[in-house]
């Protein structure tokens, strides 16, 4: 049987609600096949590709590239010049060179070198609940009270990042991953790409104990080292995937808790199951939504569809975890499940590296929060929230709560 020609389907159309809440629609989509191609809410036609089994296939299919700047391609994902050194990273790779810039960066990314940061992070967290609850206070944002600033702290710190210019970070990684306009994204990369430069300089001249300087003077055992257009595009890799799913992760846990109370009392009186409600947090509303976007490198037969060559691919992370096939009702939020499976931090060769780091965030940030602010409770409609643009990252840009 011959692959078929998708039409196309308008997200917003199929619902109205879709930006709040794309669960129901994904669910629906994928109920009639794994590939579909849809017109997004920001105007441009992608094909997605859901359910896990899919998903996971499509990440390993080398058809599917990375490498849209060695391909010409590259505005037909972002708006940025195609030589933007911040671009340089194992993200924007395919094998060999992929390979060859993990490698070059992982050992910085060790099981125990995570551990060994569990002490600081936990400093870093207990500052930042002091400081929330200060002076009697009963009310926060939480993102820009504690999601954010733990977040950013902690890789800024990890690579040597002044804290004078963190918040420029979060201004950049938010046009550059959730963009408001072409223009303004445009702008976070110039601006992006004009700053890192002169920080790798610096770590240069007057090396430090941060990741940066480390993997400025790092050399494999052939000899190999990252390029200076390589240093600047993994540290913008680093710092702003490094942060921003964080804030996300966190903040989009405790929104999953504030919507089931239930587990919310269970995990209050049992804190040992924090490290299964981290992973049920990631499964059942992870910060990245889609993957970054694939390059149809030819013409591809994926689930029954013909998916021309040159046509851009988002592969729905948020869909993959809530497959039924592969954990029972899954639209139920439930911090005692079997999780393993769910591919909140990708899949492959582009698995992300500091997730060993993002879930020690996340259960010292679970763990201390709960301690320090039991009573906890969100202080606005979930509907009145304003939810981060685009189909990459997962979130609110605040989360008011109260205890």
Known sequence: MRAGTATTTDLLQLSPDFVRDPHPVYAA???????????????????????????????????????????GRLEQIISVAPDDPSLAHMSMADPPDHTRLRRLVSREFTPRRIQALAPRVQQITDTLLEEMTANGARSADFV???????????????????????????RWSNEILAPTSPGAQSAAYAEQAAYLPRLVQDKRAEPGEDWLSALIHTFDEDGDRLAPDELTGMCSLLLIAGHETVVNQISNGL????????????????????EGAVEEMLRYEGPVESAPERL????????GVLIPAG??????????????????????????????????FGHGLHYCLGAPLA?????????????????????TDPDGLHWLPGMLIRGVRELPVRW
């Open 255 to 274: 929104r999953a808790l504030f919507a089931h109370p239930g587990q919310l009392d269970l995990l209050r009186a049992d804190l040992s199951l924090v």
């Open 311 to 344: 046509s851009t691919v988002r592969i729905v992370l948020s869909d993959a975890s809530r497959d039924e096939t592969h954990f029972p009702a899954p639209d139920r939020f439930d911090i005692r499940r079997d999780t393993r499976g769910h591919i909140a």
């Open 29 to 71: 989509l994928r109920a009639k096949g794994p590939v579909h191609r849809v017109r997004t809410p920001q105007g441009p036609e992608v094909y997605l590709v859901l359910g896990l089994q899919a998903c996971r296939a499509a990440y390993t299919d080398a058809r599917l590239s990375r490498d849209w700047r060695g391909q």
């Open 144 to 170: 820009a009270a504690f999601a954010f600033p733990l977040a950013i702290t902690v890789i800024c710190e990890l690579l040597g990042v002044p804290e004078l210019d963190r918040a420029a970070f979060r």
């Open 359 to 379: 879930r020690l965030e996340g259960r010292i940030a679970l763990r201390s929060l709960l301690t320090r602010c039991p009573g906890i409770a969100a202080d």
């Open 296 to 303: 149809a490198l030819t013409d591809i037969e994926l689930g």
